[in-house]
């Protein structure tokens, strides 16, 4: 992205500038100095730079959010806060993955909030820029100051707001700022968004600024905004939060549904699909030449499925991407999330030529559909009861896994999703220079080496978010792309939850699930679930509560390992359903064929309910401002 690469003196004294012992207080009497910084454009600029600084650095392993879930784990020795956090050691003394006071490099989002203010209350006094400039860049600063304020309320429920910074005049008690309501906050963040659109340009399409803010940006986000605020988790939570009050007494949250919040997540979606659909924005279609083993394989429909979904993530700036933040984590390659996930190449001399230590886990594995386009457990057609069983690789499947070779029932007959995100023991991966067979029993190219501490803890790898062209001889081939923050996909996901929430099932949903099915190479809702010769439970697309499971598990399964799953579980209040069990996978400490496919268990996750749907506050930050309230049960 843009922005970071202007990281000059300027930057380092701005950072200076606005540094406080509480970030939630002041701004110092510097006036001067802030003078210079916005006296030309030059000086604005790496000012902005600032304020995208900040943005989340969900592509690196040890600050991502990805691996806070229940669908990958890695080696003990290898564990990551997010995975600690799953396993019941986040703490409010030393908090991991703390967007409210920062860490592992991710600055205080509060920081960042009020970098944005300084550049908002200040860019008007740039001599250099037109009006139209000015209000553009101010406009970027708001909607990154509304996203900062977004992230904070999801992942800590009620929090101050910061509109504006204070003056170095300001009392103590003016800085005590105090948490707000979860509604006022939505409708701040949802106010200040459509705010900032008046003046952000409608689409950004230079290769000089691509990252930067624009209208479909924040069409798009304020979409996911707005489903958020409609969600169980927000939304009438009478159950969780009846005693979570402020100092006056009043209610954190609602303690009443309200219906007509899905109407608003609707139309925001449908505008947004709109306004991308208006700016070329289509989901994504691989049409370049494939590498040329895959000539004559892409007659299949099933491979270039896998094309398409495989570079919807990985293709620089592609059609369906949104919005993305390139820049690697550190400018280190190997501190990348797609680092951990990379695989040996059967080529290489190296036995460091790849980590492969970022493992799916078996409940990612069981998550895809069938080949049919339904749940593993609901296809007629498919063997469920013995999925952990081995079977011959037929002719048939060869373009799943390696013909002749056994292989566990469960990796046979899935969707093109599977086999493009998921890597398997016998079955393929597709780089661009060459096609390997993975083989992932212990002493094999892909399973454990003696007892390293790099191996793939479950039996199975994360192709999704490694470009294929990284897979190789070492870090030094990293390629590095642009981290999804939102792809068109989600939005088409937005519209059909909130417009099955409103009034069921209808065309409209089918027509956004479809949109999603169809370039995922699968059936129809309808004709998946309406054919009772393949569906155990036909016709459950056509209730609401029927089509409401499957809107969920089509997003689960569309936007996994993206960093969506942990925050969805959450707002639709089911995380402890999916978070307190162990973490199974394959014996990957065996050789022969009947060891390795025996069930293992190969960790746990702990969800403590209802007080992990929220991080804790730092004790630290609530002894600064005692107007705090901890979020329950920290």
Not at 82 to 94: D, E, P, R
Not at 315 to 337: A, C, F, H, K
Not at 533 to 539: A, E, K, R, Y
Request: charged content about 20%.
């Amino acid at each position: 992205m843009f922005m970071k690469n202007k990281l000059t003196l300027i930057l380092i004294f701005i950072i200076a500038l606005t540094s406080c012992d509480d970030y939630l207080d002041i701004v110092p009497d510097q006036t001067q100095q802030i003078d210079l910084l916005f006296d030309r454009e030059e000086a604005a600029y790496t000012a902005l730079a600032t304020c995208y600084t900040y943005l989340p650095e969900n592509d690196g392993v040890y600050t991502s959010y990805v691996t806070m879930s229940d669908d990958v784990t890695t080696p003990i020795a290898k564990e990551t806060d997010g995975i600690k956090i799953m396993k019941g050691q986040q703490s409010s003394s030393s908090p991991k993955l703390s967007y409210w006071s920062g860490y592992n490099g991710q600055g205080s989002l509060w920081q960042g909030i009020r970098h944005c203010n300084i550049l908002i209350e200040n860019i008007h006094n740039v001599v250099d820029m037109t009006e139209e400039e000015k209000n553009a860049w101010a406009a970027e600063a708001k909607f990154l100051k509304a996203y900062y304020h977004f992230l904070l309320l999801t992942y800590y429920g009620p929090i101050p707001i910061v509109d504006e910074n204070l003056p170095i005049s300001a009392s103590d008690q003016d800085v005590r700022v105090n948490r707000k309501p979860v509604d006022e906050v939505f409708q701040y963040i949802v106010s200040t968004i459509d705010e900032a659109i008046i003046d952000l340009p409608v689409r950004v399409l230079n290769s000089n600024d691509l990252g930067r803010i624009d209208q479909v940006i924040a069409k798009a986000i304020k979409s996911r905004v707005l489903l958020y605020a409609a969600s169980p988790l927000f939304n009438g939570n009478f159950e969780m939060y009846s005693d979570f009050i402020d100092e006056n007494g009043d209610h954190f949250f609602n303690q009443n549904y309200d219906a007509s919040k899905w109407e608003l997540a609707r139309d925001a979606s449908l505008e947004a699909i709109n306004a991308a659909l208006d700016s070329g924005v289509s989901l994504y279609q691989f049409i370049s030449a494939p590498p040329s083993f895959d000539t004559q394989n892409f007659q299949y429909e099933f491979i270039r499925k896998m094309y398409d979904i495989k570079y919807s993530i990985v293709d620089r700036w592609n059609s369906e991407l949104i919005w993305g933040n390139s820049d690697p984590v550190t400018g280190n390659d190997w501190w990348q999330m797609q680092a951990g996930c990379m695989m040996k190449d059967p080529n290489s001399s190296s036995v460091e030529a790849a980590w492969q230590w970022i493992a799916p886990t078996l409940r990612s594995a069981e998550l895809f559909y069938t080949k049919n386009g339904l749940p593993i457990d609901q296809d007629i057609t498919y063997d469920y009861a013995n999925r952990y069983n081995t079977a011959n690789v037929s002719s048939m499947q060869n373009l799943q896994a390696q013909y002749g070779n056994r292989t566990a029932i469960l990796n046979l007959d899935r969707e093109p999703r599977f086999y493009s995100s998921l890597g398997f023991d016998r079955g393929y991966n597709r780089t661009w220079g060459s096609f390997w067979n993975l083989r992932m029993r212990k002493g094999e190219i892909h399973g454990r080496i003696a007892n390293s501490n790099d191996y793939l803890i479950t039996g199975y790898a994360l192709k999704k978010l490694v470009h294929p062209d990284s897979e190789g001889d070492g870090y030094s081939k990293i390629v590095t792309y642009s981290w999804p923050m939102i792809r068109f996909a989600e939005v088409y996901l937005n519209y059909a939850e909130a417009l099955n929430e409103i009034n069921g099932p209808s065309q409209e949903v089918y027509n956004a699930l479809n949109e999603i099915r169809d370039r995922a190479g699968i059936k129809t809702v309808e004709e998946a679930w309406g054919d009772s010769s393949i569906s155990l439970n036909v016709d459950k697309h056509t209730n609401q509560d029927g089509l409401r499971e499957i809107i969920h598990q089509e997003r689960l399964i569309e936007l996994a390992f993206e960093g969506h799953r942990y925050n969805d579980l959450r707002r639709w209040k089911v995380a402890e359903e999916y978070m307190n069990s162990p973490v199974y996978g394959w014996s990957v400490d065996e050789t022969s064929e009947d060891g390795y496919y025996t069930l293992m268990e190969v960790g746990s996750r702990s969800f403590n309910y209802p007080r992990d749907y929220f991080h804790p506050i730092s004790i630290n930050e609530i002894t600064i401002n005692p107007n705090l309230i901890q979020n329950p049960g920290w």
